[in-house]
């Protein structure tokens, strides 16, 4: 029956032992990237001696039944890996939502969207019901942020926006109650690190249900569950997908939330197609790698960034400066490309200039993927609570730009910033 722990060889159908479908906790991470959703039940045909790397793509809308008692047996249970209908996926979703949850300890499930924000809805709307406060962090990704104000405030959700770094004003906010707290760490375009063992162990003994946005550092560098979230969110869109060719969403989820996550989505008829999934569960082979370097060579650049004149603030998790750097080192294992800096004293137009200027740095929204990218933030309008500029910066320190840095040279990066801070000033 199950034969040595190689990936895909002795994992038989419906085995779940992480030993035999190629992911033991203890390995490695970039070892368990390798071997996790990769189950013998997905990757051969009964009957056929071998397997196949890599889970096929699964087209399917109608799964069929072998008879009459097998099909009402089969609407018996909602069970992830059984056939039923598309709408539930098939064994190339589920092979990409399993090796989600084996990141992810603590997890009893994970539910993929069809994009980042749609899985922010799905876990949003499974977490907190009409009449109930929605606390939301100061710093969240923009369409979070209406999504409270928005959607959620129409089905009678009371969103209210909290100041991540103040611990006390958050502890005062649950004790009135809570429906459900959405974090995100670091914090969109600001990049701020909270400490978010700390957040949601006062949420939750408040009886709040806590998502994590957890785009930025993924399962590889930040374990929510573990850190006390009962949801991690991921738009899989940026680092899983990682090559700019696809939009996916993810939730992972404790027991607390898996099965209100799972029949919410359901209700909702959330679905990824096949392809997508497959190209995901690509994507993730090469997750470690690319982090690891992107992050250096980001981290190299905002160092670099630090000490230009052009430069009043660079907003990294990453270097010893930023807010919650201590935090960053206590509680992640890992970081990525993305971070911001803000430029000291300029003009609207100054910025415009120096973005255009660049000639390595894609213009446009997303992250995460191979290929650098640049973008004008402008953190101010989408603040309730955190001051913009923070303490520290003049008033006229404002302008702000936010880099995601791919896979190319730091050289040649720093080069294209030099002359584009060139091209800036000149006018
Ligand atoms: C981009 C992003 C999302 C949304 O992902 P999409 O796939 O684009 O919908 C969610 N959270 C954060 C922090 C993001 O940057």
């Known amino acids: 029956m199950s034969g040595p722990s190689r990936p895909g060889r002795g994992a038989d159908a419906g085995d779940t032992d992480p030993e035999r479908t190629g992911s033991p906790a203890s390995r490695h991470v970039a070892t368990r990237l390798a071997g996790i959703g990769r189950r013998l039940a997905f990757t051969s045909v009964p009957g056929l001696s071998g397997s196949v790397v890599n889970p096929p793509v699964w087209r399917a809308s109608t799964h069929l039944y072998d008879d009459t008692a097998a099909l009402r047996a089969g609407t018996k249970d909602n069970a992830d890996g059984q056939f039923f209908y598309g709408r539930r996926g098939g064994p190339t979703q589920w092979s990409l939502a399993e090796a989600l949850s084996a990141l992810e300890p603590g997890a009893a499930g994970t539910v993929l969207f069809p994009s980042g924000v749609a899985a922010i809805a799905g876990a949003l709307m499974a977490s907190v019901r ?3 406060r929605l606390l939301i962090t100061d710093n969240a990704y923009d369409p979070s942020r ?3 104000l928005g959607l959620l405030a129409r089905f009678g959700v009371q969103p209210v926006f909290f100041d991540p770094l103040d611990l006390e004003g958050f502890r005062e906010l649950c004790a009135m109650g809570a429906g459900a707290v959405l974090l995100e760490s670091p914090g969109s375009l600001t990049m701020e690190i ?10 939750r003994a408040a ?4 998502l994590l946005d957890n785009t930025w550092a993924g399962p ?3 374990q929510a569950l573990a850190h006390g979230c009962d ?4 738009a899989l869109t ?3 997908g990682g090559h700019s060719d696809l939009m996916m969403g993810s939730v992972t989820a404790n027991k607390r939330l898996y099965p209100a996550l799972r029949t919410t989505a359901q209700a909702l008829g959330q679905v990824v197609s096949p392809d997508d999934a497959a190209l995901a569960l690509r994507g993730l082979r090469t997750l470690d790698l690319r982090l690891r370097q992107q992050a250096a060579t980001a981290l190299v650049i905002a160092r670099w960034l630090r000490g230009r004149d052009e430069v009043a603030a660079v907003l990294c998790p990453m270097l010893d400066s930023a807010p919650g750097h201590d935090l960053w080192q206590r509680d992640f294992s890992g970081g990525c490309g993305l971070f911001s800096f803000v430029l000291k004293g300029q003009d609207d137009a100054a ?3 120096l973005i255009d200027a660049l000639t390595l740095f894609g213009i446009g929204y997303s992250w995460g993927g191979y290929e650098s990218l640049v973008l004008p933030v402008d953190p101010g309008r989408d603040r309730s609570v955190r001051p913009w500029p923070p303490a520290g910066l003049d008033a006229g320190d404002r302008f702000a730009i936010r880099l995601s840095i791919g896979l190319e040279h730091a050289d040649d990066l720093i080069a294209d910033l030099a002359q584009a801070f060139a091209t800036m000033r000149a006018a």
């Open 231 to 234: 949801g991690a969110i991921l």
């Open 220 to 222: 590889t560098g930040f």
């Open 130 to 132: 009409p009449g109930e």
């Open 238 to 240: 940026k680092h899983v």
């Open 146 to 148: 209406r999504m409270g």
């Open 194 to 203: 909270c400490d978010v063992t700390t957040l949601a162990g006062i949420a």
């Open 351 to 353: 910025r415009a200039r």
């Open 207 to 210: 009886g709040a249900m806590v």
